[in-house]
RNA sequence: GGGAGGAUUCCCGAGUGGCUAAAGGGGGCAGACUGUAAAUCUGUUGUCGACGACUUCGGUGGUUCGAAUCCACCUCCUCCCA
């Protein structure tokens, strides 16, 4: 099917996310009409889905747009099991509540990518047939047809042969083959998308559906997120890049793609936007302190998209009254003290911690030391320093932590 | 089941009785330079009532004036053989 008159596969390829395709004229061919039903799993591992996630829901979108049927597979049984895949270690084992809740977690937030109102996309959870196989059965009906010689091969698990690859994590890739040749049957499910550590894992599913079905499927999985050097996008100082609000406010999400590095928009720009690629040709053509104007749309674009309009200008405007100048801002981070402890004075370090803005009274003595708090614009520079009401014209104090990182503090 | 090796501060990784809050690198944070970028340079990176004190080197107990370093037991991991 085409968008804009264009064919959608072509539209993933130009955009860059195609990886690997197991058949690319084949797949082509499949999705020239429209209605063709196809599925990613997500395995609710924690309870926010994070950027390398939107990679997959932005190319649901397109598919959805083209007219194709999107299957959002919760993998509810996979997670119990854990995806060896692209990991270094076991994973902690997380209890069946855990991974219940996270699912429903990640329903919501695919929700705003991915049309799932009257049929347009499906979403279920593989739990609803992992968890109640027979383990004989299971093992005869379909762990006959993998080769154990095969699977140490499949890269996913060479890796871990030095560091030890346990029984439970052996089994994912049958498990996820396994939900394909389930979506086979029930949905006709020919297609399965994911990222390209999971090539493998969508190997063994197309092959065992020509083993038991003898139909046939196909497979092809997106470039991973990543820098320029290669290295993961999305990772802050606390961790992933999430899509949860709570986890990530949404300034701190716009700040992140407002900062990502120069060489780095372009792609961004084609990956998780959903701009014209005249426009994105031209806002990735612009050089030297003109690639600020590629960034602001950038920021704004993924921002829209994952927390919506109003909180993507929200950030805007946020970042340009930090940054424009005044530096200060109403919904800038917050924290509030009694008036009568003020007047008690209050010592700036127990209020840096408090605020979160250092993780210890220590690293908060050493950032003074070293020139890197304002007080009201003002350098600090004694570390033993107390606020007073005086402090706080028009009731509010106001912090900054290096360039970047500001702080309102207000009384009660 | 038998044998060998290992567990160090956010990560990797030195350290094998006092000179060790613990080398070096990575990462983080801050300063300079800048474009809210990168690169580069500099400082910093256990905690606290802070020129001092306290707590860290898988866990527990022991030897010693003194242990991350020695001993015993335990837990976990890796490798070789079965």
């Known amino acids: 099917m085409f968008t804009n008159g264009t064919h959608v596969y072509d539209v993933l390829a130009e955009r860059g996310y195609i990886a690997q395709v197991t058949d690319a004229d084949a797949v082509r061919d499949l999705l020239s009409r429209p209605g063709v039903t196809f599925y990613i799993g997500f395995d609710p591992t924690a309870d926010s889905l994070h950027v390398g996630h939107l ?6 979108a397109h598919m959805q747009r083209a007219g194709h049927r999107p299957i959002a597979i919760l993998g ?5 099991v854990g995806d060896p895949s692209g990991k270094c270690d076991m994973r902690r084992m997380l209890t069946q509540a855990d991974i219940e809740y996270n699912a429903g977690r990640f329903r919501k937030q695919m929700e705003r990518l991915v049309d799932f ?34 699977m140490l091969t499949a890269d996913c698990y060479r890796q871990r042969m030095e560091h030890g690859l346990t029984f439970l ?42 083993r038991k079905d003898g139909g046939e499927a196909y ?73 600020n104007e590629a960034k602001k749309v950038l920021a704004y674009e993924v921002t829209a998209l994952v927390h919506g309009e109003e909180a993507a200008r929200e950030a805007e405007r946020q970042a340009e009254a930090l940054f424009g100048g005044a530096g200060r801002s109403e919904t800038m981070p917050t924290t509030v003290l009694e008036r009568t402890k003020v007047a008690e004075g209050v010592g700036l370090l127990d209020v840096l911690a408090a605020a979160g803005l250092v993780s210890s009274k220590s690293e908060g003595r050493r950032l003074i030391a070293q020139g890197g708090l304002t007080l ?7 570390p033993n320093r107390t606020l007073e009401i005086g402090d706080f014209p028009e009731g509010a104090a106001y912090l900054r932590k290096g360039k970047k990182i500001h702080h309102r503090v207000v009384l009660e």
């Open 169 to 210: 994590e052996f089994n994912y890739m049958i498990m996820q083959s396994y939900d394909f040749l389930h979506l086979y049957r029930a949905y006709g499910c020919r297609l399965q998308l994911g990222g390209d550590d999971q090539w493998s894992n969508i190997l063994g599913g197309i092959d065992l559906i020509r």
């Open 376 to 382: 009201n614009g003002e350098p600090v520079t004694d």
């Open 76 to 80: 509810v049984g996979t997670a119990m």
């Open 117 to 150: 109102r009257d049929g347009r996309a499906l979403m279920a959870s593989n739990g609803d047939w992992l968890l109640g196989l027979n383990y004989i059965a299971f093992l005869r009906d379909i762990g006959a047809h993998f080769s154990v010689n095969r």
């Open 219 to 291: 497979g092809m999985t997106f470039r991973l997120l990543t820098t320029g050097d290669g290295r993961k996008m999305g990772k802050t100082e606390r961790g992933a890049l999430w899509l949860d609000p709570e986890r990530t406010s949404p300034y701190e999400f716009h700040q992140y793609w407002r900062n990502v590095d120069d060489a780095d928009v372009a792609n961004c720009l084609r990956l998780l936007t959903f701009l014209p690629m005249d426009r994105v040709r031209e806002l990735s053509a612009l050089q030297g302190e003109a690639v």
């Open 55 to 60: 990679l997959q829901l932005m190319v649901m």
